[in-house]
């Protein structure tokens, strides 16, 4: 990468997240509301803030919701395409598949989660990216516990309890930038995590970014609830066109 900007992006939206009930009985995990919009209207929006133009979404799992709420993407300023499994191949396969209806297969591209709403710098990202002589660039947040931590003194008496702190390790954020002479190396069916990473790891190809500014994975109810309190509260709620279409959990 020369640092001319990147301007395409893959997002894997074919999850059916069973944890997510009621909200994906009828739709897939990247179309359950998060403050009024879905997930995928977060992720759009803030690709297009970031200067993407192309995007190709991976679908499977009740795609056609999707496809009706997206459609071909002009009213995110973005160009949507799509690329819908026959039948599951896992996250590898899927975005084997869909890296091929990439606009330009031959640049790198970002990749998402489907379940993931951020506020980082994706020019950030890409920059890191192209000064660090790896094939793959993993965005990595900071692990905050779902669990309130025992404070204790040296005779273990318990001074306080700390609600869910961050502690000192690094999670995968669900954001990646891939270089094209990867899409070879996934998987035909199965997850890439499993596969293709560790062998780029090995190779001292697989680097890791640390994210700054909001980041939030959205895998419960619980978490659809507190991602949308804090969206509220940060006022990142999308404009009122973008709150059509959402599914009823």
């Known amino acids: 990468m ?5 301007t395409q992006a893959l997002i894997l939206a074919g999850g059916q997240a069973t944890r997510m009930r009621p909200y ?13 919009a879905p997930i995928i209207c977060h992720q759009l929006l803030w690709l297009a803030a970031h200067g993407v133009r192309s995007v190709t979404v991976s679908g499977g799992y009740k795609a056609e919701v999707i496809t009706e709420y997206v459609g071909d993407g002009a009213r995110f300023g973005l160009a949507v395409r799509y690329a819908v499994e026959k039948e599951p191949l896992g996250r590898g396969g899927g975005l084997k598949f869909a890296a091929r209806a990439l606009a330009d297969p031959g640049a790198p591209f970002f990749v998402l989660n489907g379940d993931v709403i951020s506020s980082c710098s994706l020019a950030d990202l890409a920059a890191y990216h192209g000064g660090h002589d790896g094939h793959v660039t993993v965005a990595l947040s900071p692990y905050r516990s779902r669990w309130g931590i025992a404070d204790l003194d040296e005779a273990d008496r318990i001074r306080s309890f700390v609600q869910s702190p961050e502690l000192p390790y690094w999670i995968n954020a669900g954001i990646y930038v891939f270089d094209p002479s990867v899409v070879g190396l996934l998987p035909d069916r199965g997850d890439h995590e499993d596969s293709t990473f560790p062998r ?16 939030r994975g959205i895998d419960t109810v619980k978490d659809v609830m507190e991602a949308s309190r804090e969206l509220e509260e940060s006022g990142r709620v999308p404009a009122a066109e973008f709150l059509t279409g959402v599914p009823e959990g």
Do not use: C, E, I, T
């Open 24 to 36: 994906s009985d009828h739709a897939p995990k990247a179309m359950v509301p998060v403050a009024g």
């Open 200 to 215: 780029l790891a090995r190779d001292g190809r697989l680097v890791g970014y640390r994210l700054s500014g909001y980041w």
């Open 2 to 6: 020369s640092g001319s900007p990147m």
